[in-house]
């Protein structure tokens, strides 16, 4: 069976400081996807990141893949007031049948 | 462009009673999802559509049922709700998985429907 794990859950960080979302798969997967949601609404597409080593850079958020170790990171970099939502992370296992992470609620404080 | 459009928005039912959610894309879309997000479990495919004339079962498809009615319209009907059924139900879209520029392409999500079943 297929799972998502990421950690952490809940993330609480003052604004201007680093902080890394993990998110770990547990079989091989074609792609993933990190999503962000925020409250009430519909999830918004972050970043697509397709093989091995892929990084890809959006302002202050960064993902990158290691198909390898079958883990997928999201750092935030200077966090901002802006930031606070959840955030997914979606394997496609070559399937249609995605699974996606449980989320981390970022709450970024002034 | 209006995306993936989702009615109704919010709803209210007793328990036994019966409702279609609508869900329909402009975009030229091959396949079609609907998941339900429930706190703390991220969110779980109830049913799938491949592309039209086809439905497949999801993670948790038990109470509900699908219909493709064509390749814009993929709506999700509940047939005698359940207090366990009250979730945040949305459809989401993407291109040909045939395809290597859609395949590569991230699912489009609606903005959801939030239904409660007393």
Redesign the interface.
Known sequence: ELK?EQNP?FLSMQEGKNYTIYCNYSTTSD?L?W?RQDPG?????LF?L?SNGAVKQEGRLMASLDTKARLSTLHITAAVHDLSATY?C?VDPGT????????TRLKVLA | NAGVTQTPKFQVLKTGQSMTLQCAQDMNHNSMYWYRQDPGMGLRLIYYSASEGTTDKGEVPNGYNVSRLNKREFSLRLESAAPSQTSVYFCASKGNFQDSRDSNQPQHFGDGTRLSIL
């Open positions: 998502v859950l792609r996807y999503y609404k519909s999830l918004e597409s697509v397709l997914f979606a249609y049948k995605y699974i996606f992470g449980t989320g």
